[in-house]
């Protein structure tokens, strides 16, 4: 048996151990032949040497990722140690920050297939993310579309989605056109308003440099320099989305992104996603990037939600 003690010198140890502990016996799981005995800034380790030094670096990739991005959260634990990497979580410097939000907060790619989805955006005009809920698809896409303005690489930003969900009517809601669609269009409202202060969006809103509006209202339109996303595509038929991708002016950039495991479509009108992917995936200057649970940075039990639905 070994002993060593490991010193958390760089942060406050409750950001490591959290309330009550509650993050340490998360790590104690991962590490069951080892005894952890935590007082202040130092951790007693008992075991078996080999365990005791995956346990360290394990530390040490805990404690790098929370001083970088100034959190560790019980996901980001269950990912580092899933991914069996010293620090899954950070990006490349060249695609490290994406925008700067409200409150100087720095948006990034927090995880490998994000970072994947920044690069396939630098490279390609066309992308499609294609992943579960929660992974970062929207969010992603959105702050590569802020920075693609801020950067004056494009003139507008344009956000599309299908006005469709789960069991829901756009009819029985209150209100006029907009104040219907809106409900439909909040998510990417939420992102928007993450990044960029509320009095500029809402001058980029009145003026058109950002418009967010449904699928069906890009019909006949020719969309150019500008940066388009077009979300949740898994509601859209083949039709609507052989209209949308027709729609790509000469310098615009495209992403489109889906959830195959969430269509809202009735069961008599097919989603067009997945033939849309089938028949354009070999077409140079499209990419299509597959996020999966590994990805997901909402609640970590929002990835064991997930592949339980995936495993039926």
Do not use: W
């Amino acid at each position: 048996m070994a002993e060593r003690v490991i010193e958390i010198n760089s942060t406050d140890p409750v950001e490591i151990y959290g309330v009550n502990d509650a993050k340490l016996e998360q790590i104690r799981r991962y590490f069951p032949k080892l005894k952890l005995v935590a007082r202040g800034h130092a951790i007693r380790v008992i075991g078996e040497e080999t365990e005791i030094r995956r346990f360290e670096k394990s530390m040490h990739a805990f404690m790098r990722h929370h001083a970088k991005y100034g959190t560790l959260t019980e996901t980001i634990i269950d990912r580092i140690m899933n991914k069996g990497e010293e620090h899954p979580d950070t990006p490349s410097e060249s695609n490290d920050v994406l925008v700067f939000g409200n409150g100087g907060v720095m948006v990034r790619a927090r995880t490998a297939n994000q970072v994947r989805l920044v690069e396939s955006c630098d490279k390609n005009d066309m992308v499609f993310a294609i992943g579960p809920a929660g992974t970062g698809k929207t969010y992603t896409a959105v702050a590569l579309a802020v920075r693609a303005l801020k950067n004056k690489e494009v003139r507008k930003i344009i956000l599309t989605r299908p006005a469709v969900e789960a069991g829901e009517n756009l009819g029985f809601l209150p209100g006029d056109m907009k104040e219907k669609l809106d409900p439909y269009l909040q998510p990417l409202y939420d992102a928007l308003y993450d990044m960029i202060q509320a009095e500029k969006l809402n001058y980029y809103l009145e003026n058109r440099i950002i418009e967010i509006a449904p699928l069906a209202f890009m019909r006949g339109r020719t969309l150019d320099n500008a940066f388009v996303i077009l979300d949740e595509a898994q509601n859209a038929t083949d039709a609507q989305l052989k209209m949308f991708l027709t729609r790509m002016g000469p310098s615009a950039k495209f992403v489109i992104t889906g959830d195959l495991t969430q269509i809202d479509l009735p069961k008599n009108q097919p989603s067009g996603l997945q033939p849309v992917l089938n028949k354009l995936g070999d077409i140079e200057g499209i990419e299509v990037v597959y996020l999966d649970t590994n990805d997901v940075i909402r609640h970590r039990l929002v990835k064991r939600i997930i592949e339980v639905y995936n495993n039926q």
